[in-house]
């Protein structure tokens, strides 16, 4: 049996070329880690990640694929003459996946740090909800069919 584990990290860098003055660079990170509650495992296959298949999906007598997940991340916005702020933040994530196509998620964010920019010095709690219909047939294929329909 595979573990349900997962960690992952992910650096960004934007240069922003100007025609006056000099160029600007801004940068940000992140790290994670997961883990599956009902057993399941991210596949990864060819560079791609595919999509999470609840074990026991609901409406089959399961309760679905449930993920906790931690998660820091960090951006800075300040370079030269741009005060955008630094921001430093952790969130707690809970994932569920009742069917393949479906997803539900609730995280919580604590920003821990806001150094300069318009925000400075502030701390907020940030709760976000989503839901996510995922599908993984290219457009095309979805365009084909529905043509197909109307013949």
């Not at 609901?58 to 003459?81: E, H, P």
């Amino acid at each position: 049996m595979k573990s349900g584990k997962s960690i992952q990290a992910e650096y960004i860098t934007t240069s922003v070329a100007r025609s006056s003055g000099s160029d600007l660079k801004f940068d940000g990170w992140y790290a994670q880690g997961s883990y599956f509650l009902t057993g399941e495992n991210r596949h990864y296959e060819k560079g791609v990640f595919r999509g999470i298949k609840p074990n026991h999906r609901v409406g089959d007598g399961g309760f679905g694929a449930w993920q906790l997940a931690l998660r820091y991340s960090t951006i800075d916005l300040n370079d030269k003459d741009i005060n955008g702020g630094e921001m430093h933040n952790l969130t707690v994530g809970l994932n569920w996946k009742p069917i393949e196509a479906i997803r539900v998620s609730a995280n919580y964010v604590k920003v821990l740090r806001v150094d300069g920019g318009p925000q400075d010095g502030i701390k907020p709690d940030i709760f976000q909800v989503r839901f996510q219909w995922e599908f993984d047939r290219p457009l095309k294929n979805i365009a084909d069919n529905l043509k197909s329909l109307s013949n």
